[in-house]
């Protein structure tokens, strides 16, 4: 069993549907990342948190350290939101532990 | 430079050879890691440096791979004897460590392709 696990794998939507992606870790964590992967590899990082809930833009993050739970919800979704996201916890010395991403494709 | 940069971007080579891959991370960023992934996979972590030294370097799959960063800035990532299994798109990321940051900004990575 991976210590990081996202659900679902593949995610289709039609634009303008809203989005959610989970990811449950099993290790104590000092924070999560969420990720953008495009093809072609290029990551971004979209949110770094430690508790309760980030906003950027259409894109939301929330994290529940009790569950080891976490969740990225993309409202008003796009086709340029099709990417891989991935999460990854952060353990002790800066490591991370990446989950194996769930790819997104967004439809018009 | 503005962001991460790694060179080369692409690399065949044949199986034995030795590889050397490169990583500049952002100026100033004193934590640097490198992980590798593979096709349809996760990053796997590999190394993790703050400043000069392996701060961390459980993740190398075995004594083939090596990594250097001399002057806390530029860091290689040093394969030897390189097997088909090695093949893979080597990432690297960099962070500016502190209280309130820790923000990852990755390199678009080096594909390594072992023949």
Redesign the interface.
């Known amino acids: 069993k991976n210590e ?1 696990e996202q659900s679902p794998q593949n995610l289709t939507a039609q634009e303008g549907e809203f989005i959610t992606i989970n990811c449950s870790y099993s290790v104590g964590i000092s ?1 999560l ?1 969420w ?1 953008q992967q495009h093809p ?6 979209l949110f ?1 948190l430690s508790s309760g809930k980030k906003k950027h833009g259409r894109l939301i993050a929330t994290i529940n350290i009790q569950e080891k739970h976490s969740s990225l919800h993309i409202t008003a979704s796009h086709p340029r939101d099709s990417a891989v996201y ?1 999460c ?1 916890a ?1 353990r002790g ?9 769930t790819r997104l494709q967004v439809f018009p | 430079g503005a962001g991460v940069s790694q060179t080369p971007s692409n690399k065949v080579t044949e199986k034995g050879k030795y590889v050397e891959l490169r990583c500049d991370p952002i100026s100033g960023h004193t934590a640097l890691y490198w992980y590798r992934q593979s096709l349809g996979q996760g990053p796997e972590f590999l190394i993790y440096f703050q400043g000069t030294g392996a701060a961390d370097d459980s993740g190398l799959p075995n004594d083939r791979f090596f990594a250097v960063r001399p002057e806390g800035s530029v860091s290689t990532l040093k394969i030897q004897r390189t097997e088909r299994g090695d093949s893979a798109v080597y990432l690297c990321a960099s962070s500016f460590t502190g209280r309130h940051t820790g923000e990852l900004f990755f390199g678009e990575g080096s594909r390594l392709t072992v023949l």
Do not use: E, N, Q, R
């Not at chain 1, 010395?93 to 991403?101: H, P, R, S």
């Open positions: 990081v924070a990342h990720l072609g590899g290029g990551i971004v990082s770094m991935i990854a952060k010395t800066d490591k991370l532990i990446f989950g194996t991403g």
